[in-house]
């Protein structure tokens, strides 16, 4: 008896032996170049959720970022992917690069404001948006996403700036040397950025902020932006001020698992070290919060799960379809 149960014991365990690890899922995460400061934060992400997502291996690829990205998606070759607000919606609706050619994704988290500031000398005696009309103005680096959405927003406003165009380096010395009045550029969080800080040690500068009725009517006729309140202290001297923004975000595919979905929401709000680790401006930011005043385009419904499980109300134009 004794020799037969040992027998039967020693078959379950070479029966054991011989059963595989359970396989990882892979996914693979599009990101952007490699000399971006935010291809390192794909990588802590990546790192993040190989090291808090059950059964899931993750990678990063070097992309063309945002439109590269998701239309990487739309073929299946990465499931998730950085992305800016306001193109993903432009994908998930068909407009401007992807009209007549939609491309269905889904939000996972917005991670990083982008506001867009409009920054003019404070001798240009320009105090208002509308005053800029016919003011030599640049709306942002060519190209850009910032220049793209300068050009749309004024537009909605009706107000028409002589626009200047150049690189960053060439529009900092223009304002400088008062060869034009200003321009508009994406802030670090809720601070000015390096090249604005930089004016200012030559020259006061000012920021212009929309009204309530230019408020009231972005957000009526340009669901891709948001439009966000910053804080008196961008700079020294900075009064609070309202602007358009939009946030730099983590897409998915649509068929991406609910359950995979759901672990990395968890993964990234409940994160405090790792992404902070890898982009210093994310200190102090709630993501979850932050995806919920930024977001464009409807959730994932693992991520929305994770939001509603948190007692969170998720606005209606960002309920899963």
């Not at 990588?43 to 291996?57: F, H, R, W």
């Not at 992807?98 to 500031?117: C, H, I, T, W």
């Not at 003011?135 to 910032?146: D, Y």
Request: aromatic letters at 6%; hydrophobic letters at 40%; a positive charge.
């Amino acid at each position: 008896m004794k020799r037969k149960l040992v027998a039967a014991l020693a078959a379950c365990a070479t029966v054991a032996l011989a059963t595989p690890a359970l396989a990882k899922d892979k996914i693979l995460i599009g990101s952007t170049s490699a000399s971006s400061s935010q291809y390192g934060y794909f990588v802590a992400l990546s790192q993040l959720i190989n090291a808090k997502v059950p059964n899931v291996e993750s990678s990063v690829v070097e992309t063309g970022a945002t439109v590269d990205n998701l239309r990487r998606m739309d073929r299946k070759q990465v499931d998730l992917g950085l992305v800016t607000t306001n193109v993903s919606y432009h994908a998930y609706v068909g407009q401007q690069a992807f009209e007549g050619k939609k491309v269905d994704n889904r939000l996972m988290f917005v991670y990083s404001p982008a506001p867009q500031n409009v920054v003019v000398r404070a001798d240009s005696k320009v105090s208002t948006l509308a005053e800029l009309a016919g003011k030599r103005f640049n709306p942002g680096l060519k190209g850009s996403a910032t220049e793209k959405t300068a050009e749309a927003v004024f537009k909605t406003l009706g107000i028409a700036p002589d626009w200047v165009r150049g690189s960053t380096t060439d529009i900092v010395n223009s304002i400088k040397d008062n060869r034009v009045i200003g321009y508009v550029k994406s802030g670090a969080g809720n601070k000015l950025d390096g090249s604005s800080l930089d004016i200012a040690t030559f020259t006061p500068v000012k920021v212009l902020g929309l009204d309530d009725a230019q408020k009231k009517l972005l957000r009526d006729k340009m669901p891709d932006i948001a439009v966000v309140d910053i804080p008196a202290g961008a700079a020294d001297g900075i009064p609070a001020y309202s602007t358009w923004s939009f946030g730099l975000a983590v897409s998915a595919r649509p068929d991406l698992s609910e359950e995979m979905a759901y672990q990395i929401a968890k993964a990234v709000f409940e994160d405090k070290t790792v992404q902070v680790g890898a982009l210093s401006s994310l200190k102090g930011i709630d993501i979850m919060k932050l995806t919920l005043e930024q977001g464009t385009i409807p959730l994932h419904p693992g991520v929305a799960r994770y939001i509603k499980e948190k007692g969170v109300e998720i606005p209606a134009k960002l309920m899963p379809k």
